[in-house]
């Protein structure tokens, strides 16, 4: 049975009623896009049903024959106490209803009650599972730190412990239905983190992706939503939307901080409703894709700001996860420094070089304003310039001299080298400059100057301790 709403579990409908079974489950399909649906006019087979299949809530009804609702309600309650369980019941009587909730009833509804509270209750309880679902994967993955699928993750070259973390975060959250947000600066990553989501969640459809910055008002309409023939000037023939394209699949929504208010209250409208208009259109569609947004803007500035809706942004940021800018996981740097100059190298047909031992370090000091992205840039630039065995630094060298490598005006070390009107130092005062040097570069790390200055770390200390006791 397909799943394409509420993928995490199956929601079982018991009663005697089959023309209730019928219409309950159409309005489930049609209105609430709830496809997962099992139906049970026998209530002696129910514990049989929860037994052989992935259920997650019950919606049962009271008045039965054989086995009475009241009775499954306690024996789900007390053989299955993580399954929800919702009573439809043709009595409008208090007090049976504070009986149920009682015995461990999620909630009470009449059959007469109209449809829309019917169905935001069922919706209420799905998603109230699904977190509780998650959380408790998510809880189990942390306590064994453990990836499940760590191929889903292969094309993210990594080591750190943060960058673990979030795996694990979306390994939990991928089966669920509900938005992810994807943060992080320009160039960490966040489409490769919208495609493992998808892949993670074992959906059918594709992943369709659309940089949603720059488009305005109408251009975002019919980008996702698609049009009819004749819909405006110029529309010759139908087109689906991307939307429809991602049925079954993920839609990914990049730089949505870009978004207009008029568009922002589009896709708002697309998320509570979970259905669309193509434009020309008056019969709705199901929304049937899982929807990725992603920003590198700090959207709760934006809506504090009056810049983002804060309704869409609260309902995006259900799942949210932040990706660390590459200064923050230096590590990452040699790892990635090595897999791009060996793309690099495949790409231009040259063997890949040696990489000069000081140059990891180097550039562990350098912020990388444009992340991994830059990184890259940096990787292809050098090796298209290559020519021997070992690595020319040429290239790094004039980024890295724009930010960490080129001595302030004015310094001490200028006036002593380059002030003509001053001697020149001796060697002891050249060796205590480079010392000083170094230090400054190294943020005072003592282990990181003496590989800046070619010298092993205890002869570094001893030179430091030297100049202090003189």
Do not use: W
């Amino acid at each position: 049975m397909n799943i394409n709403r509420y993928p995490t579990f199956g929601v079982l409908l018991v009663d005697d009623e089959a023309a209730f079974l019928r219409s309950l489950s159409i309005v489930l399909e049609r209105r609430g896009g709830i496809n997962h649906i099992f139906q049970c006019q026998d209530s002696r087979n129910v514990m049989d049903t929860i037994a052989q299949e992935n259920i997650g809530l019950v919606l049962l009804d009271l008045t039965m024959p054989n086995v009475s609702g009241e009775v499954l309600l306690q024996q789900i309650v007390e053989e299955y106490p993580e399954i929800g369980v919702i009573i439809i019941s043709g009595l409008n009587q208090l007090e049976t209803a504070v009986n149920c909730i009682r015995l461990g009833a999620y909630d009470y509804f009449v059959k007469t009650t109209e449809e829309d509270r019917l169905i935001e209750g069922i919706k209420r309880a799905i998603l109230m599972q699904e977190m509780r679902l998650e959380n408790q994967e998510l809880r189990r993955r942390f306590l064994t730190d453990t990836l499940e699928r760590p191929e889903a993750f292969s094309s993210i070259i990594t080591e750190d412990k943060g960058m673990r973390s979030v795996f694990q975060y979306l390994e939990s959250v991928a089966p669920s239905s509900q938005p992810v947000m994807i943060c992080g600066e320009s160039g960490v990553g966040k489409e490769l983190i919208a495609q493992a989501i998808h892949t993670l969640s074992n959906r059918t459809g594709s992943l369709i992706s659309v940089n949603v910055a720059g488009l305005d008002d109408n251009v975002f309409a019919d980008t996702l939503f698609g049009h009819h023939r004749g819909a405006f000037t110029g529309a010759d023939k139908a087109r689906a939307g991307l939307i429809e394209q991602a049925a079954g699949g993920t839609l990914f929504l990049d730089e949505i901080g870009d978004l207009s208010q008029a568009s922002q209250v589009k896709l708002l409208r697309l998320l509570q409703e979970g259905e669309y208009y193509p434009l020309g259109s008056d019969r709705p569609k199901r929304l049937r894709a899982r929807v990725v947004v992603a920003t590198h803007q700090d959207l709760t500035q934006k809506q504090k700001n009056g810049e983002f809706r804060k309704d869409l942004f609260y309902r995006l940021k259900t799942h949210r996860v932040d990706i660390p800018p590459l200064r923050q996981r230096n590590s990452d740097i040699p790892l990635l420094l090595e897999h791009f100059l060996q793309e690099a190298a495949n790409e231009l047909g040259k063997n890949k070089p040696t990489i000069p031992k000081e140059l990891p370090v180097l550039l562990a000091n350098y912020a990388f304003p444009g992340n991994v992205r830059e990184l890259r840039a940096l990787a292809f630039d050098a090796m298209s310039l290559h020519r021997s065995r070992m690595l020319s630094m040429d290239v790094f060298r004039q980024v890295l001299d724009q930010d960490i490598a080129a001595p302030e005006p004015e310094t001490h070390t200028d006036q002593m080298l380059f002030n003509p009107e001053r001697p020149l130092p001796t060697l002891q005062e050249v060796g205590d400059l480079l010392v000083n040097e170094a230090m400054l570069r190294a943020q005072g790390n003592q282990s990181l100057a003496s590989k800046l200055l070619g010298i092993s770390q205890p002869a570094l200390s001893k030179r430091i301790k030297k100049a202090q006791s003189q």
